[in-house]
């Protein structure tokens, strides 16, 4: 007789995402893995996000989540205490309380193929995908990716094609460049990407999509562009967002290696928008 499908461990619910992005993918500078919890506690369901804060841990916790995976690690910076009287603290204690496990995959699932920015990239339906920035030895890793669509778009039109892929904020959709010029290759990455500007007109891109484009590096990037036909554009989109679609691709990969292990979890995504800007003003006269 089959055997029946048995409950994972938070260890093989690691493992297996670890499988699909190695830790020594991470950058060296980055915080990955196992934050809080026993690994050899079970785990019926998986909770993803993209930020590690009190209102995700709750959700995760009202969802009756035993693990909760996100994409921003939570002890990035050394602190010095983790006390209840501290965010981080709050944050460990409220989940270790209720029994809720904490796994990060950052910068190793930014590498990963597919990944943050691929899942970015498909949502925007670019085909052809190959990384911005490989990894050393690993041409088919790294940071961002650049792709094409299938006929060239208006540069208007392929921002509303962001806006309508991604989910709302309040930073919305902003864009540097002609409307009404044609693009149809892109670069993507997910998360902050305005160190990549070398390998971006490298790529040559007709557009870059990325998110926290500080005003100086973009600046310079348009001031070069100008004696390059103005390429490439730039559509700056909230870092939340671009990393969001990353979480449910990664959910029914988890559910599917676990079970080809003969584990069963569910996995659920969360649905609370973390982006921490909550209000947009208009500017006068808009």
Known sequence: MPQSPQPATVQQVVDAIEAMHPREWAQP????????????????????AVDPVLEVVEEAIAAGADLLVTHHPLLLRPVNSVAATTFKG???HRAVRAGLAIHVAHTNADAGAPGVSDALARV????????????????DLG??????????????DFADRVAAALPATEQGIRLAGDPDAFVQRVAVCGGSGDSLFDQVRASGADVYVTADLRHHPASEARERAGFEDGRPYLVDVAHWA?????LAGCADRLVVALAADGRTVAAHVSTTRTDPWTLRVPSRGE
């Open 90 to 92: 709050a944050v460990l």
């Open 29 to 48: 500078w980055d915080a990955v893995g196992l934050v809080c919890g026993d690994p050899a506690a079970p785990v019926a369901k998986v909770h993803f």
């Open 124 to 139: 925007l339906d670019l085909d052809g995908l190959v990384p911005l920035d490989p990894l050393p030895g690993r041409p």
């Open 242 to 246: 671009s990393e969001w679609p990353w």
């Open 143 to 156: 940071i961002g990716r650049v792709g094409h669509l299938a006929a060239p778009e208006r540069l208007g």
